[in-house]
């Protein structure tokens, strides 16, 4: 089987295309045949070597594969099913465990940007029916973490309002879930081309936000004061975040687009009586209560394009320069 490998110098352009041989599943494991990949920000900060991980590694974590066997002690499964993997392996369900090195697939774990693969039965969920693979491909990182932002660390319900940040994975996702819910959804972008995008998703309430940089005062006139915030913006977005909240408003946060450091009065957190939690994707609980959502809802995930494993360095290459709207998929 071949696999795309991190051996020894960072950068998409040092990926190495490798034959490795097929893997054998233990008892536990099912053994997959990758049928598509989809790619998250965070594989562009492994493969720029920005994240703490071992070499060799194959990169990537989300994926869409069909079980090709299975070993002899497990039950979850059978021959033929597709399925997607848990991010954070063996978290099923509870609290995120203490372990400071989260098992994680695309780092330090191998990744799915390979051909096959082994997995153990518990780190692994059905597909719903209604997809395809490349849909069903990118669920596992940013589908699980808007579902988590929006229903598990809060509970998004009708007539609520929440900011979207951004137009790539994780926030269309958190875009159709909100709309699903009833939810008012105002999202913000830095282009007016995908806001208008976002109004035929649902999007209530649009504002650019290179155009508009103190845009918290007009979301909050527009949409209302925002029940809830999926804050990936980090740094430079928080601020404004916190002024469109309402007393009591909850943010999510998912993601630091813009930089780790905190820039605002940390007394609005207690004149707001802000409740902020951070989310680390999810457990396969959440995945699996998220799927049934999925189909209940006939969702279809957002997918801006798909490459092929021949030509994976040059989709790589696209995602990184940040055009997207949706996901970015690989197909084998
Ligand atoms: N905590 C977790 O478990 C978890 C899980 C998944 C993702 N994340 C994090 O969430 C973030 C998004 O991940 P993703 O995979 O969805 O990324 P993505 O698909 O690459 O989408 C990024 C989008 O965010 C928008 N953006 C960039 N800078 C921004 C800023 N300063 N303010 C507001 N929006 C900005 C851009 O949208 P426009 O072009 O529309 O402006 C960009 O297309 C990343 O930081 C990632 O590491 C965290």
Redesign the pocket.
Known sequence: MHCYAITHQFGIENLVLEERASPKPKSNDIKVRMLAASL???DMQVLSGLRNVSLPLIPLSDACAEVIEVGENTSRFKVGDRVMPVFINGWISGRQPMDDEMPTLGGPLDGTLCEEACWHEENAVLVPAHLTDVEAASLP??AV?AWNALFVATHTGPGDAVLI???????LFALQFAKMAGARVAI????DE?LEKAKVLGADVTVN?KQYPEWGSIVRDQAGPVDTVVE??GS??LEQSLICLRNAGHVSI?????GTEPKFDLGELSRKSVRVQG???GNRDSFEAMCRAVSIGGIKPVIESVGTFEDAKSTLVAFRD?N?FGKVCITF
């Open positions: 998250n920000y965070r990182c940013a973490s940040q951004g137009t790539g994975g994780v926030s913000i972008s830095s282009h995908k936000y990936v913006g430079r977005t998912v993601g630091f687009l813009s989310i680390r994707v940040g997207h």
